[in-house]
């Protein structure tokens, strides 16, 4: 054992490997928990004190509609990336490891690629795919006679929540399919061998053998998705900033658009607050739906 | 006929497989050659290529539209964001995965909890908290939520990664009367380059993609990054979109030299780098 035989005194050494990194971390993420916590229990419009409000405020949040339908687009896209991202991207690695397939890296790092382009230079790139005048979508719809379904997709109440799903999937499907690649690489050969020889082949062999193998792959994918459809705030910001009216309002921006241009910064936080506590429910239910032992080890 | 069958479903595959990767590279080609097009040309046809090639549109990017300015302001977070995480995780990662002290559960669960709190969510309470400290707009502030975000992933993996390696090597160091400064650093840091490539590439690319907190903390002209800089590109000087694409492949451009040459690296630290936190 290494402890104890050191000259220096342990509380020391603790004092100099973990304080700083834990005094600057505890300023950047206890601190703004508290404050928010803090905050959500004041009444705080305008540029008036802040004044102790009690649970009034979580009564209002509770009873805001616009907090309810924000929460139901969250909940609408990560239905839509879960299937998309985790889905395409089940599908795609298990094509990806076929035997028949050529060329098998050079794929994995195309599709891996859009993972690494920022939110801002994502989301004006897909404005541009749908803006409706000379967006690329229209005029490849009008090019093969679809002309009639052409529409200005971010401005089409509707439509919105769906088109704004698109880009997010197109950036992280690749990231999704090198995990489940990387979870399919991971059972043994001898396993998928004498599954052939039983007969098992085709989709046999993906249900009864790949895909209990790579269940835990699949939920650490899916609790991921959700984590990150939760956080969901630039992407919206840039694309539509939750309009046209609310429509595709997200729970992150409503709070940053409460206190940052309603400036009511009591409320903002209250809805700060309440975006917590229901991504960790959300987050908390689907591991105890998926199987928690499992993931947890 | 069998013969055939087998033949058709591979190339089949292979053919939706080469046309999924065309769709993942095909908006970056265009946003290259777009940027290249005049703003006649742009508007008129999308997916024309360029007549001639508008070099202006960069310098016009660049320097009237200041992204230059802008690109080195987010070189500077990057890579002081990637110094000082890098370091602080190296160190509570080392102590964590080697020694047992008091506190060692209130570390984790603080970690913890910053790995479960949706962090945009709290964009409002830390612009309070830097406003009343007079923290916002300076130069090298976003180097704190970043750390926030970014510490537990990366402790995570050098603390499981360090659990790892044998501890006979430092106990030999010591017994041969080696510092523990001289341990770590000639032998624990030597061992730990891939774990610590990996937290330097997820850390780096976070920086230079981030926009939230920048946008709150970071948004005046004289520290913005280029994210929000090209964000707000419309409002600063004209509206046109061939200088704003010519922004966009500017900033595309250090990661994607960076991807052609470390893709496996990338790839392995960034899914890596998310499964195991």
């Known amino acids: 054992m290494v402890e104890g035989t050191r000259k220096k005194p342990l509380g020391k050494l603790v004092a100099i490997f973990i304080l700083p990194g834990m005094l600057v971390f505890g300023f950047s993420i206890v601190v703004p928990t508290l404050v928010a916590v803090w905050y959500s229990l004041n009444k705080w419009p305008s540029i008036i004190t802040p004044q102790w409000n009690g649970i009034a405020n979580f009564v209002d949040l509770v009873n805001d509609k616009l907090f309810w339908s924000s929460l139901w687009n969250n909940l609408k896209l990560a239905l839509y990336t879960l299937i998309g991202q985790v889905g395409i991207g089940y599908v795609l690695a298990f094509i990806l490891a076929s035997r028949l397939v050529t060329s098998r890296d050079f794929l994995r790092t195309v599709m891996f690629f859009p993972v690494l382009i920022s939110t801002v230079v994502l989301s004006f790139l897909w404005t541009l795919v749908y803006s409706n005048d000379y967006g690329m979508l229209n005029v490849v719809l009008r090019a093969v006679g679809l002309g009639g379904a052409a529409n200005a997709w971010l401005s089409d109440p509707h439509i919105v929540v769906e088109a704004l799903a698109v880009p997010l999937i197109w950036q992280w499907f690749g990231f999704y399919m090198v995990i489940f690649m990387g979870a399919l690489g991971t059972i043994p050969k001898e396993i998928m061998e004498s599954a052939e020889l039983d007969g098992a082949v085709g989709f046999k062999k993906a249900f009864f053998i790949s895909i209990p193998l790579t269940y835990d792959a699949v939920v650490v994918a899916v609790l991921l998705c959700l984590s990150g459809i939760m956080k969901m705030f630039d992407t919206v910001l840039v694309m539509t900033d939750g309009g046209p009216g609310n429509s595709s309002m997200v729970l992150a921006l409503y709070a940053y658009r409460v206190s940052f241009r309603n400036i009511n910064i009591g409320y903002g936080n209250t809805i700060a607050v309440g975006i917590v506590i229901v991504s960790l429910t959300i987050t908390f239910l689907a591991r105890f739906i998926l199987g928690g032992k499992r993931y947890a080890r | ?277």
Not at chain 2, 166 to 183: C, N, S, V
């Open chain 2, 1 to 277: 006929m069998r013969d055939r069958k087998a033949v058709v479903g591979p190339v089949l595959g292979n053919i939706a497989l080469f046309a999924v990767a065309v769709t993942c590279i095909y908006p970056l080609v265009w946003l290259a050659y777009s940027s290249l097009k005049t703003e006649n040309e742009f508007v008129r046809s999308m997916f024309s290529l360029p007549t001639s090639l508008q070099w202006s549109n960069y310098y016009l990017a660049l320097i009237k539209s200041k992204i230059l300015f802008f690109f080195l302001n987010t070189v500077f977070n990057g890579v002081t964001t990637v110094a000082v995480i890098v370091f602080f995780t190296f160190c509570i990662g080392y102590f964590l995965a080697r020694y047992n002290f008091k506190g060692k559960a209130l570390v984790y669960s603080l970690l913890t909890l910053g790995l479960v709190v949706p962090v945009h969510s709290l964009l409002v309470p830390m612009y309070i908290q830097y406003k009343l400290l007079g923290m916002v707009d300076h130069r090298g502030v976003l180097i704190l939520p970043y750390l926030g975000v970014m510490l537990p992933l990366a402790v995570f993996l050098i603390d499981a990664y360090i659990t790892t390696l044998p501890r006979e090597l430092e106990q030999a160091a010591e017994i041969e009367g080696a510092t523990l400064f001289h341990t770590l650093t000639r032998i624990i840091v030597p061992l730990s380059g891939p774990i610590l490539i990996t937290a330097i590439i997820i850390v780096f690319n976070f920086a230079w993609n981030e926009f939230p907190f920048s946008l709150v903390l970071n948004a005046s002209e004289r520290v913005r990054n280029i994210a929000v800089g090209i964000m707000n590109f419309a409002s600063d000087w004209d509206t046109k979109w061939t200088l704003r694409i010519a922004a966009c492949v500017i900033s595309l451009f250090p990661v994607t030299i960076l991807y052609v040459f470390f893709n496996r690296q990338i790839i392995r630290g960034m899914t890596e780098g998310s499964v195991k936190g």
